[in-house]
């Protein structure tokens, strides 16, 4: 693959020579472009040492003579001939202020030039204090990219250079390599689904100040998110309880307990062609929680009951051909559990994972688990919540492309041939 990585000036352009690294690793060829901003953090000699290529830095750099005048092809426009040749258009860190340009169409230096002539994908990966993420200003240019079919890899939360805590960290250059490289692979080929997916935990008040919960950070749910809208789908995200930021282009719906959620769900369903349950749903709430809050005793009995089982209920009120996956989350027994609820729930797919431990499961980026359907099973290695997002979407994929005949209603099939070698044991 040939990609072309604009770096613009912020302190995350450090992250940029480890992402040059990263995409030359997995085999990519690199051409990088820096803004004069992206100069003052980093110089041109790191990114042409890992790149194995000069840097491009000005639109008035001089073009290698022998092809700058080609009486075949005309004169040589460097930042024409750059988006000719390449697969790809990154910008990591993506500025606020280079979001903008981009949404407005500018094209007063060299990368914001190359922006406006590429016609090949493009992704950006922003960076920048919370407030400027936050801005209405810079969320509609985000909006406007993406409606412009830029693939946007949201920022982290944590501590930002300006000593903040909050969203704006530029996302690890593994996570944006993973976006590349499943960009570069698989272009559109969820386009035309419906894709609803719940993320993160509900809360169920004990009173007017404390809830039973759970520690879901909503990371798996949104990478599943952020893959599908990659892959071309429409995804309507409910999310319950998350903090970070909501991967841009969705429809999105936020909810706190687990009757809000299955409100949600249900509406929504009529327009989800795929359903993906990867919130942690409270299986109790509270009785009769206090509207006041309690004042502090040695103990405190809760009556606790059960809260409906929404995935049973998507199940039996799916549309034909919607297909359901239902997330298991287990600290052992983890295939024994996975299909004994593939079996209860009636899903077409359950996604076991291990969350007994630190570094898989909840809160962490990594996830590792296995892929259960009626007539299989596939071992999810740990990765990136990101990747394994990738994986499932593509088994749902490989679902749908068996069970789809044109013009008829859509049979499930079960055993899809394209997934993976069965992991058996
Ligand atoms: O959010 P992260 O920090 O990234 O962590 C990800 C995760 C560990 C939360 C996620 O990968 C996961 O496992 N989600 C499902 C958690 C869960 O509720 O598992 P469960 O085994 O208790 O429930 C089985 C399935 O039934 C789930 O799809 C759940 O959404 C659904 N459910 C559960 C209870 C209920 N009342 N209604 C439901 O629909």
Redesign the pocket.
Known sequence: MKILLGVCGGIAAYKSAELTRELRRRGATVQVIMTANAERFVTPLTFAALSGQQVMTSLWQPVNSDVATDEAHGFDIEHIRVTQDADLLVIAPATANFIATMAHGFSDDLLSSVCLAAKMPIIIAPAMNSNMWSHPATQSNLVTLRQRNVHIVAPGSGELACGMVGDGRMAEPMQIADHVFELGQRTSDLAGETILI?????REPIDAVRYVG??????????LAESALARGAKVILISAS?AIPVPVGCDHLRVTT?SE??QQ?LTQLDRASMV????????YRVVSPATRKLKKQASLTLELT?????????VQARAAGTLV??????TENILE?GRR?LRE?G?DM????D?SGSDT????DD?A?VILWEGGEVRLHRAS?RSMAGRILDHLHGVRKESVTPGTDVPLARSPSSLDPIFSG
Do not use: C, H, W, Y
């Not at 719940?198 to 509900?202: L, M, Q």
């Not at 059960?306 to 998507?314: A, H």
């Not at 359950?350 to 994972?353: D, G, L, R, S």
């Not at 499961?361 to 962490?364: H, K, Y």
């Open positions: 719940t993320a993160g935990g509900t759970n520690r879901s950070s909503g990371k798996m749910g949104f990478a998350t687990a959620l299955e769900v993906i349950m990867a919130a942690a749903v409270s299986d059960q809260t409906p089982d929404i995935l049973r209920q998507v996956v239902g997330f298991a989350a287990e559990e609820k729930k899903v359950i996604v076991a994972n969350v499961g909840f809160e962490s996830n688990g919540k």
